[in-house]
């Protein structure tokens, strides 16, 4: 695994990243999340040995990284690499080549890249024809071209239309899948649920979270939905009860215990209906504004 250690870095005397720890584990997808200047791009630079941390270290499998740039790790930078009026393949052929691949392997693992993300035909194009989501693609393939060890991408979901956003997501799963430790940014909270399996939270340069998704919604998981056959406004003077949420007949809430849950149940069941009562499961995106709030 890839793994951050109390990494601090500071511009003109102001602290940007204050102890940055967390891992991003193998076999996982692993989304890096914080508001606009909360230090993403800056903690991915410093993996990537393009900018060095004042203090800290980063280590893959348990290795302290020395060198000051990672050949074997791929890497999409915020302000995107390529060429917009060079064909793809040139371009292609070329990274791969800085990357000590020879012209004709390279050019195979570029076709076979376009290829599996649907873009053979567009080999000869010029990057700047392809639609934005096409462009990304290509993006993504050029830092897949060697084949590396990591993946770490800043914000590659941007501007995505919702097709796009599900092919590139496949394309991360399936790097995922085969063991490499995938690092992306995003500010498409909505894009959590469906697709990371780790979560790490940044804000203000310090980390506020890092869990797996299944950990962080299981400490989260204390809320209910009521439904009931009339107004739930009782529920605001009930004890052990906290009112999270409620409109007319509907609430939400979180119980102080299992017992408050049970005794609030009986008394809800004794006054009428009661259409629903179940765990509420929180979206990532809920998780991310309370853990910042
Ligand atoms: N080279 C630099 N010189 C001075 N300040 C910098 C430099 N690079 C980054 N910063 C500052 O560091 C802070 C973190 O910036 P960074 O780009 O890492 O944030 P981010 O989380 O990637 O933001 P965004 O979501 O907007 O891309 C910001 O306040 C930024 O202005």
Redesign the pocket.
């Known amino acids: 695994m890839l793994e951050l250690h109390q990494i601090s870095r500071s511009?003109?005397g102001t602290k940007?990243l204050d102890e940055v720890s967390f891992a991003v584990p193998r076999g996982a997808l692993t989304g890096f999340v914080?508001?606009?200047?909360?230090?993403?791009?800056?903690?991915m630079r410093i993996i990537m040995g393009l900018l060095s941390a004042n203090s800290g270290h980063v280590s893959l499998d348990g290795k302290t990284l020395s060198t000051p740039t990672r050949p074997s790790f791929g890497y999409m930078p915020?302000e995107r690499g390529l060429y917009p009026k060079q064909p793809i393949i040139d371009q292609l052929i070329y990274l791969g080549q800085l990357h000590s691949l020879s012209r004709a392997t390279a050019r195979e693992r570029a076709m076979e890249l376009l290829s599996r993300f649907g873009l053979e035909h567009r080999a000869k194009s010029k990057l700047e024809s392809l639609s934005l989501g096409n462009q990304q693609r290509v993006q993504v393939a050029a830092a897949l071209l060697h084949e590396p060890d990591v993946l770490v991408l800043d914000?590659p979901f941007s501007g995505l239309d919702p097709l796009a956003v599900d092919a590139m997501s496949s394309i991360l799963a399936d790097y995922a899948a085969r063991g490499v430790p995938v690092l992306f940014?995003s500010?498409q909270l909505d894009l959590l649920d469906t697709l990371v399996d780790h979560l790490v939270i940044?804000q203000d340069?310090k980390i506020r979270a890092n869990a797996s998704a299944q950990d962080l919604r299981a400490a989260h998981t204390s809320r209910y939905q009521l439904s009931l056959g009339a107004d739930a406004g009782w529920l605001r003077t009930e004890p052990g009860v906290e009112v999270i949420d409620l409109s007319g007949s509907n609430a939400l809430v979180s119980f102080a215990t299992v017992a408050d849950s049970q005794r609030v149940l009986a008394h809800a069941l004794s006054r009428g209906n009661v259409t629903e009562f179940a765990v509420h499961r929180p979206a990532l995106a809920d998780i991310y504004r309370e853990i910042i709030a």
């Open positions: 511009f003109s940007v914080g508001a606009n200047g909360a230090g993403k791009t800056t903690t915020e914000e940014s500010h940044i340069g």
